[in-house]
């Protein structure tokens, strides 16, 4: 049977795991809720970055009083843990939606985005272009891992992939066996994906459901 194995940013004691990439946390300069009446989240790492920076800085505490509109439901735990104030989750979880359902949302707001170095669902450019009074800060930047041809998995393997930076960094790594078969957790991974891979998209977007489908087209496909 194919071996299965998760790619992204953090281990699993479920499955075996490859991390190839790490997050840098960048610190949130002290005026920046100047002017600010809501939060846009799209990661945890996010999250993480404010709360951090939070600690050395008294005056962005109150970011927890302010609307956050975070994009699905793993964040949203992450607010819910702090008691910061979520306004809005997002419906599905995706970045085209999330920015559809903001630019209705924050009419008249000014909103604080914080967010990756790089992005690929191009949120900002979306809500700017509706017109939104978006303001922008890199909270975090997720960056490669050097790591040795050793790790590389081993051909007919099946490859999960939990977000567009784990696929693209996986390639600079290791390069591609075109026996891999992907696993992409949502739609927004699954797009950034070569044409000639095989690759299929999970129906939920957790890590479980992805394991759950590997499994599945590990047995079945020989």
Not at 20 to 31: D, G, K, Y
Not at 63 to 70: E, F, I, R
Not at 113 to 125: C, F, M, N, P, T
């Amino acid at each position: 049977m194919r071996e299965i194995v998760l790619v992204g940013t953090r281990s699993s004691q479920e499955i075996k795991s490859l991390v190839v990439s790490e997050i840098a946390l960048n610190e949130i300069p002290p005026n920046a809720l100047q002017n600010i009446d809501s939060l846009i989240f799209t990661s945890k790492y996010a999250i993480t970055s404010l709360i951090e920076s939070a600690k050395k800085h008294p005056d962005l505490q109150v970011w927890k009083d302010l609307p956050s509109y975070v994009i699905g439901g793993a964040s949203a735990k992450e607010l819910e843990l702090v008691g910061a104030n979520i306004a809005y989750i997002g419906s599905d979880g995706y970045g085209t939606s999330f920015a559809q359902e903001l630019t209705a949302l924050l009419e008249n707001k000014s909103p604080l985005y914080l967010r990756a170095q790089h992005i690929v669902s191009k949120l900002d450019e979306k809500l700017l272009g509706a017109g939104v009074r978006l303001r922008q800060i890199i909270a975090y930047i997720n960056q490669p891992k050097k790591l040795p041809p050793s790790l590389r998995p081993k051909s007919h393997s099946v490859l999960i992939f939990v977000s567009p930076s784990a696929f693209v960094f996986f390639k600079q790594i290791f390069g591609w066996d075109a026996n891999y078969i992907a696993v992409a957790i949502g739609m927004t991974t699954f797009s950034t994906f070569d044409s000639d891979i095989m690759a299929f998209v999970s129906s939920r977007r957790s890590i479980d459901a992805c394991i759950e489908m590997a499994k599945d087209l590990a047995q079945r496909i020989p």
